[in-house]
């Protein structure tokens, strides 16, 4: 934000009174940098660990074959939430993506060429809306702030696919029940 502040100062004195947004415009338009980077020098290399559970609960149709991820609840650590909004978001996007991957996601390639034949969702298929569970429950874990991240945040869009096996695992034992039954 020092950085950024010390760019835009000069702006800032010329266009006082001004709105952000019509500032900001203008400093695009001088084509002042509007990002900053900066690395840690601490004693700490910025590593830390995540948290997350995931419970999922699964029907199976066993004479078609077809199944629904019922319910699912998840929580995961991402620190301290910025905008939770976002965060529960990103947590739903992977884990859903990852659902995909472990439950309906099969990539094609020609055993001669190694040229990949499922292009498109004619042959490869992404999770839809149908296959999101139908009650789907994501809590930020609260009070777990990060000392060593920015603003005391951890990761939040790539830890909860890891998650998601939990859906392959309710199929399985759902099939598992199904067997012991009949």
């Not at 800032?12 to 952000?20: I, L």
């Not at 990539?107 to 040229?115: A, L, N, R, S």
């Not at 839809?128 to 990761?155: E, Q, Y």
Request: charged share 25%; net charge neutral.
């Amino acid at each position: 934000c020092q950085i950024l502040n010390e760019r835009l100062a000069p702006l800032k004195e010329n266009m006082k009174g001004v709105p952000w947004p019509k500032l900001i415009k203008k400093a695009g338009q001088q084509k002042i940098e509007l990002s900053a980077l900066s690395m840690s020098k601490g004693e700490h290399n910025g590593e830390y660990v995540g948290y997350g559970v995931a419970c999922a609960e699964a029907e199976v149709d066993i004479l078609t074959g077809e199944r629904q991820i019922v319910r699912c609840d998840i929580i995961h650590d991402c620190g301290e939430s910025m905008n939770p909004e976002v965060d529960v978001g990103q947590v739903e996007g992977a884990f859903i993506m990852a659902m995909g991957y472990w439950l309906q996601e099969k990539v094609y390639f020609d055993q001669q060429t190694g040229k990949q034949l499922s292009t498109g969702t004619w042959t490869y298929k992404p999770p839809t809306a149908k296959d999101i569970p139908v009650d789907f429950r994501v809590t930020l874990l609260k009070n777990a702030p990060n000392p060593v991240g920015f603003l005391r945040s951890k990761a939040v869009g790539e830890p909860p696919a890891t998650m998601a096996c939990s859906c392959l695992f309710a199929v399985k034992h759902a099939i598992e029940a199904a067997r012991r039954e009949f």
